[in-house]
């Protein structure tokens, strides 16, 4: 519940940085009022008092919107939400990375953009779904968001100064993610958000994949059955439909979200790479060492990405 | 289309990840604050070293993983020649305080677009010999290498190591040692409007300050092929040294002075340049000596400098 009130006040507060608090407190109370997606409970317990006091932690942390993990409510361990919380406000190291995520308070999308030079259907497309239908997931031709949006969220694991992660262990997060998902029906795109976020804050990214691997395949199994096998698409036949038409995908999420783990294997492999050759550099390590240990994450980061393929 | 992850197929050529390794290297050398054209030969060098890292076992990875690890291996050999400004720095101050010889070898005039061995062997069938003893037995074939050899460096330009080395001649380089045949010392010479005193054959050497070439000489090409009368050096051969350098270094009293002794693109495998050449003037008297290569396996070494000989000297010698 306080996540999507926390999202409404990310989303508001990026679109207006310089505005005052009490500006964005009468936003947010609009938006309340006024969305479909936000429930009567909500907006019964929302109160001005209670805004203020959100908004004035959220300020005091003075860190750009962009560079915050958004919490959901599907976060239902109590002590995790709580960690994720405090990670939420951690700054995400520079990167690149995409596919991004985002949101416009309305959806939730999933969008690839330059990462696929070589592909402008791909780049071309976002994929979004309704937050109060998440399991519609819809094929848009519309334009990418920017990277210098301020909802777009770089993926990317924490980097490991930040040392306030390191109370999480791996054996929470998978608990979390492994248990969270009971699979009786597909996951939506919503899941898949906060199955990436959870690897998102986690430095044990490589340990997290074979887990999200696993559920994937369920999911995929999962769709298989509920849907028929026979009508499952490849990505490249919905490139050539038209695309005024919103196309239900429901093979397709699952490919297109593997795909973008791939990239995150490889993003992470490159994050290890350069530590162990920062060791190197600064003497730490031998080159036979160097030489061996990246090889070695080579061939972890190739057997995930076999497992994602 | 997003890069093909199916199973890479062993024959595939490491070359075709060449060109977006190369992108993705240059926008991270404009992101650390450099210039990608001031750093482009280190740039080829890192994605060479980025492809060395490729080991029969990453080999039949998956293409994402193998382009990952070239442009990743390549982002560290850039970072690991950037990272050595106290080398740089302490061999500066000692060529600046002592003076010294360099002793130059093909890794120099690689960076002019010369062969280097391995692809000097195609210049060798060209002329129709089956070996390098073959070529040497055979007075025609051998004349005929001789004269494609400088048909082919007389294509090229001298690079800024030629023309570094030779603006510093003889202040802060006493003497050129070039175990190359080819001539782009002396034509940066003449583009900087000066004149060096070349030394190619065993002969009697008069004066001071010389560029010496034991190995053969493109401007010197003889119907015979006599080591030390304008015959040439091949890659087989254990090297050749003038008695006469020998000799000059002990009456201009060289083999006894300080200098600093750099080792430029050499890879020290001729037997007569060490003993002769190498271990005098490192450790007989011992000398601060210094190798400029591309190996990085040799980082740590103090005396060694990772890079390619255009960079380095750019950083070692004034007047760049």
Redesign the interface.
Known sequence: MESILDKIIFDIASENPTASMDVIAEAVIHTIESEDFVSNTIRKVVTPNKLDVRISELRSKRLPTKQRIRITERVTDTRLVERVKEMCVLPIEHSSFNPLIHTDGAKVYFASSD??P??PA?ASTTISAPLSSPHRVILESIPLPDNNTTTSIPLRGITDRNTELNSVTPADLLNDIDGKFDQSEPLSLYDFYQMISLVKISRHVMRLLPVISKILSRDLELRKKLYGSDSFEEPSDLYNKPSTEPTELRFFLPSYIC?SF?TLI?HE??RL??EV??S??D?EI???S??RQ??RY??D??RL??EF? | MPIDSSPNSASTSLDIYEVPVKKKLEAHIVRVGYSAAQLNPIIDAAIQEGKRSITDAVRSLSPIVIRERIYRSAVTYIESVLSQTKKWNLCRELIRNYSSVFLAGAGVSFESELPLSDTLEYLKRFCKATSWIDLRSDISKCHNFKLQFKIVSDRKVPSASHKLLIKNFPSKVLEIICLNWDDLFERAANLQKRTISKQNQNTTVTGMRHLWKFHGDVALITNDNVAGQGGWIFPDQDGYVFDSFIQYTVNTNLKNEPFTFIIIGYNEKEQAIYDKIIRPLELSPPRPTYRIGLQLDKLHDQTYIVGTSDFVLKQLLPGN
């Open positions: 990462n696929y070589d592909s791909l795909e791939m490889i492999y490159g790479h350069e050759g920062r190197f550099i003497r031998s080159y036979e160097y030489l990246t090889e080579a061939l980061a190739d990405v076999s393929r």
